[in-house]
């Protein structure tokens, strides 16, 4: 039995609720092989139209002057194969999400989206490959899917069985042990000026560091700290986050730090539906990364895997030649910068459960089977309208090497309003930063909010 026939018979088991069960040695064993060491299918599509996984890229181009410096576009001579357009939209629907095509049907006049060639250029250290193996035999999930166990380091479940274990892949796929990166917001209104609101972030991932020792992370996956540096009216906002591992033994810790309180506070409600930071009202909090935090509030459903096109190699839109005029468009950002690749994803649907509260009721996830990375996502109101359509551009650091994000779309099909995050075209580039769990505690944080 193929493995994609294997998940499309289990994905019809799971409305009924979440089994969580480990694969077998047979089906593990299959970890580098007919699978990628983190579990995509390694072969090329029937056609040829994806590739086969060679590896990835883990070698820098030419272009790229060394750490700090901008990952330059390594295929600069790429065309595009084709473009879609409101015009040809019928010949290409089947390999489109109904959130894109529902982008193609507010905009006719404005939107396209170019196809390149696929190239799977995704690659991790061995480190992760080695713990992503151990992972496949020894990761479950207890709390009804909140509490990841018997995972490290790695992707835990390469060979998933359910929409709880591909989120979680999601959620802690390898993003370098520490980075300080912009994740500048911009709220772009219906006549395409935005507000820019300017936010300087650190994170500490302690679950992927290589020879961790699980029992020394005090149940913690990761530490984040968010620093607000214009406008002048919010600057010095400052949030810290704790994202834990069993988030029923221990939910997220979060606190803010107001200049106008002059005090770090506990903020409960950095989660779920409430307001994103400074997004204008555009975003959840558990929309930062396309998703984040706890599932709680949702029934998942995995659906099984589709051939989209979806953002990938997104290098042009990432340049440092562009300005963010550049990509900031009426509507939606610049169409001409965004490259799009025909990708294997995996599609989770989420349903909120009877009886529980969310801005969203339904949200359908489309997850990149090479990284693990949510790269769309179609989110719905109450009425079961299509709301909300987010979109996650990102390129392969291949000097270290895993995926970045470099930036992300949120658009309000409603207000026709969006909201661009994660773009740094004027900034500095990602970097990877050394840390230690002191430097997002409380005490330390205050410290550094006073100064």
Request: glycine residues 6%; aromatic residues 10%; hydrophobic residues 35%.
């Amino acid at each position: 039995m193929t493995t994609l026939l294997r998940f499309t018979l289990v994905a019809g088991l799971l409305a009924a609720g979440p089994t969580f069960a480990k694969v077998s040695a047979d089906e593990a064993a299959k970890l580098g092989k007919s699978l990628t060491p983190v579990g995509a299918t390694a072969a090329a599509s029937a056609d040829g139209s994806i590739p086969a996984w060679e590896g990835g890229l883990t070698k820098a181009p030419p272009c790229f002057e060394g750490e700090g410096a901008r990952y330059c576009d390594p295929f600069p001579d790429d065309k595009p194969l084709l473009t879609i357009t409101s015009k040809n939209l019928g010949e290409h629907k089947a390999r489109l999400t109904p959130g894109q095509v529902a982008l193609f049907e507010k905009y006719p006049d404005s939107y396209s989206m170019k196809v390149y060639k696929t190239r799977r250029t995704f690659a991790n250290p061995q480190f992760i490959y080695d713990a992503t193996a151990k992972n496949a035999t020894s990761a479950t999930l207890g709390g009804n899917g909140e509490a990841l166990q018997g995972a490290i380091t790695g992707i835990p479940f390469p060979i998933p069985q359910n929409g709880h274990e591909v989120i979680w892949n999601h959620k802690v796929r390898y993003r370098d042990s520490g980075v300080r990166r912009w994740n500048n917001q911009f709220a772009v209104t219906t006549a395409g000026d935005y507000n820019l609101v300017k936010i300087q972030e650190d994170a500490f991932f302690v679950y992927n560091q290589p020879d961790v020792d699980p029992a020394s992370l005090n149940n913690k996956i990761l530490y984040f700290l968010q620093l607000t540096t214009e406008p002048a009216r919010l600057a010095g906002t400052i949030l810290l986050v704790h994202e834990t591992m069993d988030q029923v033994k221990e939910p997220r810790g979060a606190w803010q730090y107001n200049p106008g309180q002059r005090r770090l506070r506990r903020a409960p409600n950095i989660a779920y539906d409430n307001p994103g930071t400074a997004s204008d009202g555009l975003r959840t909090n558990d929309q930062l990364d396309m998703f984040n935090g706890a599932m709680d509030r949702y029934q998942w459903k995995l659906v099984g895997k589709k051939e989209i096109y979806v953002p990938g190699n997104s290098y042009a839109i990432h340049s440092d030649k562009l300005k963010y005029r550049d990509v900031m468009r009426k509507g939606h950002i610049n169409q001409d910068y965004a490259r799009y690749e025909l990708r294997r994803v995996w599609v989770v649907d989420s349903f909120v459960k009877p009886g529980v509260n969310h801005l969203y009721k339904r949200r359908t996830f489309y997850v990149d089977e090479d990284s693990w990375q949510i790269v769309a996502v179609d989110v719905y109101d109450q009425r079961d309208q299509m709301w909300r359509v987010q979109e996650g551009h990102h390129v392969i650091a291949y000097d270290k090497p895993y995926q970045l994000p470099v930036l992300e779309t949120v658009y309000d099909l409603q207000s026709a309003r969006y909201l661009v995050m994660a773009a740094n075209n004027e900034d500095e580039e990602t970097t990877t930063r050394k840390f230690s769990v002191e430097d997002f505690s409380p005490t330390s944080v205050s410290k550094l909010a006073t100064k």
